[in-house]
């Protein structure tokens, strides 16, 4: 497709509910990261992407969020056991770059997740 | 944690006025870029400026830094209506992702 597309666009959980965001990356782009951003306030990185291998999972704030990307194209995080913290907008974004020094980060429209 | 800081919070201004927002980090960088986002949007890229550059422009955009002060600035000249978002900086440092400050809310009045 022409971007990142994420789905669903919005989402509604009541708490305890296991839910499963989908991020579609640009094609070719290598890199796809993970973002949560609370309302009012700048996106925090949850996890990183170099094709299927996870490199950086140091952002996910519990043991209840577990992201894949098994064919290094889609990706998929999931979050069990959802608690009303847990409510926040979630962006995908992919990236040509590797290594070191990256250029710019193309963001998906984000899902908005909301705990009940 | 964030590293990027952005200075003010929030600015109003109107329409046609320049907007100047500043970021402040921590660490040594490859690049520190800034992103746009509208209410309920996703984040674009605007502009990317390399430590070993001092000022980059895009349009109506101006980008400066200075490594030894450790921050940026955005300048946005003739400001329209349709500037009105949030901006952030996001520095990229070694071979960490991406990460973001807080962000500017710029309200550009009509």
């Known amino acids: 497709g022409a971007g990142v597309s994420q789905s669903p666009r919005y989402k509604v959980a009541k708490r305890g509910q296991d839910v499963a965001l989908r991020c579609d990356p640009i094609s070719g782009h290598v890199s796809l990261f993970w973002y949560q951003q609370a309302l009012g306030q700048g996106p925090e990185f949850l996890t990183y992407?170099?094709?299927?291998?996870?490199?950086?999972k140091s952002g996910l704030p519990s043991d209840r969020f577990f992201a894949e990307r098994p064919e290094g194209s889609v990706s998929t995080l999931k979050i069990q056991r959802t608690q009303q913290e847990d409510s926040a907008v979630y962006l995908c974004?992919?990236?040509?770059?590797?290594?070191?020094?990256?250029?710019?980060?193309?963001f998906g429209q984000g899902t908005r997740l909301t705990v009940v | 944690s964030q590293q990027g800081e952005e200075d003010p919070q929030a600015l109003s201004i109107q329409e046609g006025e320049n907007a100047t927002m500043n970021c402040s980090y921590k660490t040594s960088i490859n690049n520190l870029q800034w992103y746009r986002q509208n209410s309920g949007r996703g984040l674009v890229h605007l502009i990317l400026i390399r430590s070993n550059e001092r000022e980059k422009h895009s349009g109506r955009l101006r980008v400066t830094l200075d490594t030894s002060k450790k921050s940026s600035s955005l300048l946005i000249t003739a400001s329209r209506a349709a500037d009105t978002a949030s901006y952030f900086c996001a520095v990229n440092s070694g071979n960490t992702p991406l990460v973001f400050g807080k962000g500017t809310r710029l309200s550009v009045i009509a």
């Open positions: 974004a992919s990236s040509v770059s590797t290594g070191g020094a990256y250029t710019e980060a193309f």
């Open positions: 992407f170099q094709n299927e291998a996870q490199l950086d």
